[in-house]
């Protein structure tokens, strides 16, 4: 089968792009390199020994995703392009709005236009919102609490509104929980620009001297150490989760939702102490207040990614740690 991958360069379209090639599909990547780097091109290529057509095309160029669609015959299409840092998007709305939105409207025009109604999309458990408690099932209500999770409330009722208008259309959305790790190479892994938000990004850099301290954001949550409680994926098991959603989505029509997750639930100061565990080195660290927006706890219930698709989550967090040091040790400043 032939795939487009969008934002296939990032962090887990890169993983999910070696997973596509080691299942003998044919694989476009089209990314603006907004967040990511063209090294991760020649390090998929490392990889899998298999050169792969590249397009630096930004989404919201509709000529541009439109000669992609010219000079391939696409079967189906990965979506990941996307901005997602979630306090940006607090500080930039218009930029979220019109960069998630109007290039995924854009994208599903030009997937239209070519009779390419097969869609995975990139979607994220932030729509479980504030008022669930976990862990979430794929049926509760949505929403948000900020711009980067609206648009991805937003995207799912767009695809779902799609395949209303046109039956023929086939989406699956993915609601990823915490994707950390790497490729077992260490070649390829999570790359953020500048300062990381995330916590894992953030730890790695701690352990290897480039960050002094983590902030570790509250201990007073309802939860076993107080800390905050996520369900932290391996990115290679998530990567697999989108070859399982792909398979799924052939040969039917419909809208699926799948929480990708390990349905485990470990907090702040666990990931801590394994990722000590795995690099040998100390992570320092010390207690500040609550972040905005942050819940006390966030896990999936799995169940219906492993009656549907037959995915289950195989790696566990020592795994997680162990890969992930390992990338960040041979790649100190990144790619
Ligand atoms: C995890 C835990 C923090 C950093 C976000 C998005 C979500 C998805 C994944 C895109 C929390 C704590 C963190 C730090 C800390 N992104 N933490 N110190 O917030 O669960 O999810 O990223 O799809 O949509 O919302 O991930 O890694 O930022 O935080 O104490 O320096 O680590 O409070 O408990 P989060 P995270």
């Known amino acids: 089968m032939t795939v487009l991958v969008t934002g296939g360069t990032g962090f887990i379209g890169s993983h999910t792009v070696v997973e596509l090639l080691k299942e003998k599909h044919n694989v476009i ?36 995703v439109t ?26 709305p218009l930029k979220y709005y019109h960069n998630n939105i109007t290039g995924t409207l854009t994208l599903c025009e030009v997937m239209a236009q070519y009779g390419v109604k097969k869609i995975v999309f990139s979607s994220s458990a932030t729509v479980y919102g504030m008022n669930n408690q976990p862990p979430y099932v794929e049926d509760m209500p949505t929403s948000a609490t ?21 039956p023929e259309w086939s989406v699956s959305l993915l609601r990823y929980f915490n994707p950390i790790g790497a490729h077992e190479s260490g070649l390829i892994g999570e790359d953020p620009n500048g300062i990381p938000n995330n916590l894992l990004p953030y ?22 150490d107080g800390t905050g409680v996520r369900d932290y994926i391996h990115v290679v098991d998530l990567a697999k ?29 666990e990931i801590v102490a394994a990722f000590e565990k795995a690099s040998g080195k100390k992570v320092n660290y010390k207690i500040v207040g609550r972040r905005a927006g942050d819940i ?25 740690c162990r890969d992930g040091w390992n990338f960040i040790s041979k790649n100190p400043n990144g790619l």
């Open 296 to 320: 006390a706890s966030c896990y999936a219930d799995a169940s219906r990614a492993k009656k549907l698709l037959g995915w289950v989550a195989e790696k566990n967090i020592d795994d997680m």
């Open 241 to 269: 989760g989108h070859i399982k959603a792909l398979n799924y989505l052939m040969g039917r029509t419909g809208v699926e939702i799948f929480n990708l997750g390990t349905g485990k639930g470990t907090s702040v100061l």
């Open 146 to 166: 900020n711009p980067y999770g609206y648009t991805k409330v937003m995207l799912e009722q767009i695809l779902t509104d799609l395949h209303t208008a046109d």
């Open 203 to 224: 730890v790695s850099q701690v352990a290897i001297g480039k960050l002094p301290c983590l902030s570790v954001y509250g201990n007073d949550y309802d939860t076993p």
């Open 67 to 92: 000669r992609i669609f010219e000079e391939n015959k696409i079967d189906a299409v990965i979506h990941f392009a996307g901005l997602k840092a979630v306090g940006e998007s607090v500080t930039i």
């Open 29 to 64: 990547i089209m990314d603006n390199l907004c967040n990511s780097k063209l090294e991760a091109l020649h390090r998929i290529e490392q990889i899998s020994g298999q050169k792969v057509p590249f397009y630096q095309v930004d989404m919201l160029d509709k000529e541009g």
